[in-house]
């Protein structure tokens, strides 16, 4: 084995033993890391702040490739408090933690290769700060699906009609038709008005980095909705996050 220093995030936590836990980390550079953190449960241990869930920094590692790697020290360079520690917006916590969890589901696709993995992880932590920093975590959410549809190889048309190609009167969009539907290709798909048509385009190509603030009206229960039927439609990782989805709505009185 050897020693690396390894940027990433612990994206999951498991006891191990009475004193220790096994990390799972999403570093940039190696993918997915298991990682085993000894004694870090005793309050005394240097790894014991280090070794949680969404603990983003620089880890000490000894390294195995096709193994369990031992983690020896911890440079943090966020710890999202904001998102852990406010237990007035548990809500926030959830979002948080429910985007890290389809994150995990659609790492794991086979033809996902390592320069798209980077691109996840850009995203991921970059929608981590917004969340951290208030942003609408719920908004964030969409954002995030959106843009893993991408990697997952199924992305709708959102600059044309999905059945004909045109740009002109485009008057719908439909998860099982890929996207938009203009005037003459449609049939019979729910309508939704144009202000949902050009959000759903917008939160698909916004820099998350670049976001100061998300103020959006109704217009979000129709791109959820579209969201929600496509991934249903086309991924294989959408009842796995539904349940969590609906209790977050839940929560906020959406539903």
């Known amino acids: 084995m050897m020693i690396k220093k390894i940027e990433g995030i612990i994206t999951k936590e498991q006891n191990y033993s009475e004193s220790s836990k096994i990390l799972k980390i999403f570093t940039k550079d190696f993918g997915l890391v298991s990682v085993i953190s000894k004694g870090c449960k005793k309050p005394k241990s240097p790894l014991h702040e280090g070794s949680n869930t969404l603990i983003y920094g620089v880890f000490d590692l000894s390294y195995k490739e096709d193994g ?21 917006d548990l809500a926030k916590k959830m979002y948080a933690f429910t985007i890290v969890d389809i994150t995990m589901q659609v790492l794991p696709d086979k033809e996902i290769d390592d320069n ?24 964030l959410l969409s954002i995030v699906m959106l843009k893993y549809l991408n990697f997952l190889g199924v992305l709708p048309n959102l600059d044309s009609c999905a059945f004909c190609g045109s740009n002109y009167n485009i008057i719908t969009m439909d998860a099982r038709s890929f996207g938009f539907v203009c005037s003459e290709c449609y049939t019979n798909e729910k309508m939704v008005n144009e202000k949902s048509l050009k959000l759903l385009r917008m939160l698909y190509y916004v820099d998350i980095d670049k976001i100061k603030q998300l103020d959006v009206g109704e217009e979000l229960e129709d791109i959820e909705e579209f969201i929600d039927n496509y991934y249903e439609e086309h991924t294989g990782i959408y ?10 709505k839940k929560m906020e009185g959406v539903l």
């Not at 369990?68 to 999202?80: C, E, M, V, Y």
């Not at 993995?117 to 908004?139: A, F, G, H, M, W």
């Open 68 to 88: 369990l790697s031992t983690l020896i020290g911890i440079d943090i360079k966020n710890s999202f408090k904001n998102i852990r520690m406010d237990y007035k």
């Open 116 to 139: 798209e993995k980077k691109e996840i992880y850009d995203i991921l932590i970059s929608t981590l700060n917004k969340i951290n920093d208030n942003i609408n975590p719920r908004v």
């Open 239 to 248: 009842f796995n996050i539904k349940k969590k989805i609906t209790t977050l």
